[in-house]
């Protein structure tokens, strides 16, 4: 699991959806635990009911733009390719109106940017690490897990882009 020190403890995996992606874009369902209260919704959000209220949406939108929305905060990243092994990574993101509110609003903030800093830098150790492990001298193509759907979406989008080239 990439994100073992961050978000993943509080995935559960067994219940991700990842449905087959689009053209231009995938996404994928993912249920947070209660582990993450910024993950879930807000106890003073009416809006959201059942299991929306620990639902997280992530949506990458080709080739650049990943968006994760969940019931108590949104971050997107664009990334934008500075040459061959180089990518510089923009990202930003935002508490839902109920934990602005909230008397802890400046706490929930805090722990905001520390986990997608955290996430981030897990994001570039695993790019990393997949780079290498790929350019290894026994690597070998393989099946992929069904948590890895938008990666194949992705690289299918990749592969038209190079065709019509």
């Not at 961050?6 to 249920?31: Q, R």
């Not at 992530?58 to 934008?80: C, K, M, R, S």
């Not at 390719?81 to 008397?103: S, Y």
Request: charged letters at 20%; aromatic letters at 10%.
């Amino acid at each position: 699991m990439l994100h073992r020190a961050t978000v993943g403890p509080h995935s559960k995996l067994d219940d991700m959806e990842c449905p087959p992606g689009y053209p231009a874009f995938n996404y994928h369902w993912i249920t947070k635990e209660a582990s993450l209260p910024i993950g879930n919704a807000h106890p003073d959000n009416t809006r959201l009911t059942g299991h929306w209220r620990k639902t997280t949406a992530l949506l990458a939108i080709y080739p650049t733009h990943l968006v994760t929305l969940t019931p108590g905060y949104f971050w997107y990243l664009a990334l934008q390719p500075r040459g061959v092994g180089q990518v510089h990574i923009r990202f930003g993101g935002g508490l839902a109106p109920e934990f602005i509110a909230d008397p802890e609003a400046n706490a929930h903030m805090s722990t905001l940017k520390q986990l997608l800093d955290e996430v981030n830098a897990e994001d570039r150790r695993g790019v990393q690490a997949v780079f290498r492990g790929v350019h290894a001298p026994l690597a070998k193509p393989g099946n992929l897990s069904h948590l890895e759907r938008p990666n194949y979406d992705f690289a299918r989008y990749i592969a038209s882009k190079l065709a019509q080239h």
